[in-house]
């Protein structure tokens, strides 16, 4: 006879359900690394890249569940400024931002890449070249 061993969903994800065997050290160690990420979650103030950078590594580490109110609250943040800036001249940080506030539910539209574009409706000879900006445009599509 076979054990089926069920695993908390990733929201109930907490370590001392998911590993019984881990010590309180363990336990008061992860907190404080869990606070410290928090915090600077909530200290990333006006600095767009810096937000959106913090953002995409919290999420590509699987660790997002723990700053879901911190995330929302610096995506919000985001949306309001995203939409009414028209400087969006950094492809990565655009396409980033559309990624991440599409992903999270924000209405963005695809007009936001219509500044990249020259008189004739291709893309800017610059940006061909921004690698980095065209992987992130890559994400986002």
């Known amino acids: 006879m076979s054990t089926v061993h069920i695993h908390p969903s990733r929201k109930d994800n907490h370590p001392s ?3 019984p065997g881990l010590t309180n050290e363990f336990q008061m160690e992860h907190a404080k690394k869990v606070e410290e990420v928090r915090s600077v979650l909530k ?3 006006e600095d767009t890249m810096k937000a959106l950078l913090m953002i995409d590594a919290v999420q590509r580490l699987g ?12 995506l919000e943040r985001l949306y309001t400024k995203f939409n009414r800036s028209d400087c ?3 492809l990565y940080e655009l396409a980033l931002g559309f990624r991440l506030l599409r992903q999270e539910g924000y209405y963005v539209s695809a007009d936001v890449f219509n500044n990249l574009k020259d008189k004739e409706g ?3 000879g610059k940006i061909s070249q921004d690698i ?3 992987m992130g445009l890559y994400e986002a599509s």
Do not use: P
């Open 132 to 134: 980095e900006g065209l």
């Open 17 to 19: 359900t998911e590993y």
């Open 122 to 124: 291709k893309v800017q």
């Open 43 to 45: 200290e990333v103030g």
């Open 88 to 90: 969006h001249n950094d």
């Open 63 to 74: 660790i997002d569940y723990h700053f879901h109110g911190e995330i929302e609250a610096v």
